[in-house]
């Protein structure tokens, strides 16, 4: 069956470094686009970034284009959020989902269970 597991997350400085992981299993990696979403405390969900099928085009929201990187790794099945220059309003628990296609359609069809970030001081 399709498992997402997140992992990478923790407790950072203002200004610090984090690379969350989201190792993908149960289907076709190379064939879906994936996207990172998180959900801070009291607040919905926000869709974060995403990235096609086979990396050739990545989308970033407003408010972490510039300090958020997302990558992936098709041959280790494995989906990555490098985030730099943290803020404490990055603070939330990171989700890894599974896109229904190559490109990227936010038609989630799984998710992770979820990684904390908590950016303080």
């Known amino acids: 069956q399709v498992q997402l597991v997140e992992s990478g997350g923790g407790l950072a400085q203002p200004g610090g470094s984090l690379r969350l992981s989201c190792a993908a299993s149960g289907f076709t990696f190379s064939s879906y686009a994936m996207s990172w979403a998180r959900q801070a405390p009291g607040k919905g969900l926000e869709w974060v970034s995403g990235i096609y099928s086979d990396g050739s085009d990545t989308y970033y929201a407003d408010s972490v284009r510039g300090r958020f990187t997302i990558s992936r790794d098709n041959a280790k099945n494995t989906l990555y959020l490098q985030m730099n220059s943290l803020k404490p309003e990055d603070t939330a628990l990171y989700y890894c989902?599974?896109?229904?296609?190559?490109?990227?359609?936010?038609?989630?069809?799984?998710w992770g269970q979820g990684t904390q970030v908590t950016v303080s001081s």
């Open positions: 989902a599974k896109d229904g296609r190559k490109t990227i359609s936010r038609d989630y069809d799984y």
